[in-house]
């Protein structure tokens, strides 16, 4: 995707344009709220310049909204608050159509008990279980919302947090799934989370049902 955008704005600048995103997704992942900055000289408003990018931009990449901001801004360490959603296709057979977007699971999985055991998240934790930090060496995050709900065919998994580590949701999602299907019980998911060893986490969960839902800016 960056290098897509970059080629979209450059397109229309003087000079080759580089992007700084609000946070990774891994190949395969998809984002519904994505922000990035960049600088350019534009004399033509904020709308035409949106025009102008999204000619460029493929098919399945659009800019929804743009804005100038202060020079200062940066949409990674100005960020308050991160959401992103994990779409399980939970169904006997698998569906074609939701191949790219979602986890095909076929067994029935038990929501209860992985939110009973997503509860244990919430709040200011050592998160080394499920992650490793993309800089420095704190695995300290803090989530504010951790939790799956039916919209059959699809179970969905929404957690927001402050920031997140390395694969730290698709971790979170594979493990829960064990809940789910009583390969753990919500007392084992609990130790290996307290545990804070990363061997201790569950089969990652693929990158194609993870969606970065939305960021958040304090005012």
Same mark, same amino acid.
């Given at each position: 995707?960056?290098?897509?955008?970059?080629?979209?704005?450059?397109?229309?600048?003087?000079?080759?344009?580089?992007?700084?995103?609000?946070?990774?997704? *891994?190949? !395969? =992942?998809?984002?519904?709220?994505?922000?990035?900055?960049?600088?350019?000289?534009?004399?033509?408003?904020?709308?035409?310049?949106?025009?102008?990018?999204?000619?460029?931009?493929?098919? *399945?990449?659009?800019?929804? *909204?743009?804005?100038?901001?202060?020079?200062?801004?940066?949409?990674?360490?100005?960020?308050?608050?991160?959401?992103?959603? %994990?779409?399980?296709?939970?169904?006997?057979?698998?569906?074609?159509?939701?191949?790219?977007?979602?986890?095909? =699971?076929?067994?029935?999985?038990?929501?209860?008990?992985?939110?009973?055991?997503?509860?244990?998240?919430?709040?200011?934790?050592?998160?080394?279980?499920?992650?490793?930090?993309?800089?420095?060496?704190?695995?300290?995050?803090?989530?504010?919302?951790?939790?799956?709900?039916?919209? *059959?065919?699809?179970?969905? +998994?929404?957690?927001?947090?402050?920031? +997140?580590?390395?694969?730290?949701?698709?971790?979170?999602? $594979?493990?829960?799934?064990?809940? $789910?299907? !009583?390969?753990?019980?919500?007392?084992?998911?609990?130790?290996?989370?307290?545990?804070?060893?990363?061997?201790?986490?569950?089969?990652?969960?693929?990158?194609?049902?993870? %969606?970065?839902?939305? =960021?958040? %800016?304090?005012?």
């Amino acid at each position: 995707m960056q290098g897509e955008l970059e080629k979209a704005i450059s397109a229309v600048a003087p000079n080759p344009v580089t992007i700084t995103a609000a946070g990774r997704t *891994d190949s !395969g =992942v998809h984002a519904r709220g994505q922000v990035i900055s960049f600088e350019l000289a534009w004399r033509h408003g904020e709308g035409a310049l949106q025009r102008a990018i999204n000619a460029n931009l493929p098919p *399945d990449i659009v800019i929804l *909204d743009l804005e100038e901001t202060a020079a200062d801004f940066h949409p990674r360490y100005d960020a308050g608050r991160r959401a992103y959603e %994990y779409h399980l296709y939970n169904a006997p057979l698998r569906s074609p159509l939701r191949r790219r977007r979602s986890w095909h =699971v076929p067994h029935p999985l038990n929501v209860e008990r992985m939110n009973e055991a997503a509860a244990h998240l919430v709040g200011a934790h050592d998160f080394a279980t499920f992650g490793q930090p993309p800089q420095g060496e704190s695995t300290v995050r803090q989530l504010f919302c951790a939790r799956w709900r039916r919209q *059959d065919p699809l179970l969905i +998994f929404r957690i927001e947090g402050n920031a +997140f580590l390395y694969r730290m949701v698709r971790s979170i999602v $594979g493990s829960l799934k064990m809940v $789910g299907e !009583g390969s753990w019980s919500v007392r084992e998911f609990v130790q290996a989370f307290q545990a804070q060893e990363r061997s201790r986490a569950g089969a990652t969960a693929p990158p194609q049902g993870l %969606y970065l839902i939305s =960021v958040a %800016y304090d005012e």
